[in-house]
């Protein structure tokens, strides 16, 4: 049972232009979200989060957006640059536990 | 900047082998984790500790992985014997305590043959 979802498996963007990646999640008991950003062959880096009190974050040319009513939250990426392109897991963690339950990724392409 | 050490980065090794990955979290982080990740598919948690204790290890496969952390510091995964199907990317992670960001590893990727 995927309780975080992303159902686009790749995005393709032109450099400089907004990079949109969706997550959804069915648990309403989620209250801290997580993104991570993967290099192949390499461990997940941290890039940014959000707390289900808040619905807007922002780091830097990141931003992430959290819809609780809709159980859906999106990372913005503006402007995108070829070092972006990666695969992007989104992340969420329960309140009532300590788990962390992770989405399928995105593969993100910058094309220059 | 502190970081999440593995060794080896890669291991090949045929079934029925046994093989052992090593972790060695950010100082200070009392939290330690294991994952799986399948490609395509996001981690896969198979064991957490708190300090030295396990926390979680309700997905890890127990009649071939084993996994310890001794001294609440760094930790070892064994997988014996190995199967063709655990060729994947194992990840450690950690953090300062439970249920906060987590710090990932470079991981090892394990073929097995």
């Known amino acids: 049972d995927q309780q975080v979802k992303q159902n686009s498996p790749s995005l393709s963007v032109q450099e400089g232009r907004i990079s949109i990646l969706n997550c959804d999640y069915t648990n309403s008991m989620f209250d801290y979200f997580l993104w991570y950003k993967k290099y192949p062959a390499e461990g997940p880096t941290f890039l940014i989060s959000i707390s289900s009190i808040k619905d807007k974050n922002e780091d830097g040319r990141f931003t992430v957006f959290l819809n609780k009513s809709a159980k859906h939250l999106s990372l913005h990426i503006v402007p995108s640059q070829p070092g972006d392109s990666a695969v992007y897991f989104c992340a969420a963690i329960l309140s009532t536990g300590n788990q962390f339950y992770f989405g399928t990724g995105t593969s993100l392409t910058v094309i220059p | 900047e502190a970081e999440v050490a593995q060794s080896p980065r890669y291991k090949i090794t045929e079934k029925s082998q046994a093989v052992a990955f090593w972790c060695d979290p950010i100082?200070?982080?009392?939290?330690l984790y294991w994952y799986r990740q399948i490609l395509g598919q996001g981690p896969e948690l198979l064991v957490q500790?708190?300090?030295?204790?396990?926390?979680?290890d309700s997905q890890l496969p127990k009649d071939r992985f084993s996994a310890e952390r001794l001294k609440g510091v760094d930790s070892t995964l064994k997988i014996q014997p190995a199967e063709l199907g655990d060729s994947a990317m194992y990840l450690c992670?950690?953090?300062?305590?439970?249920?906060?960001?987590?710090?990932f590893g470079p991981g090892t990727r394990l073929l097995v043959l």
């Open positions: 500790f708190q300090d030295e204790s396990v926390v979680d």
């Open positions: 992670a950690s953090s300062l305590f439970s249920g906060v960001t987590q710090y």
């Open positions: 100082s200070g982080h009392a939290t």
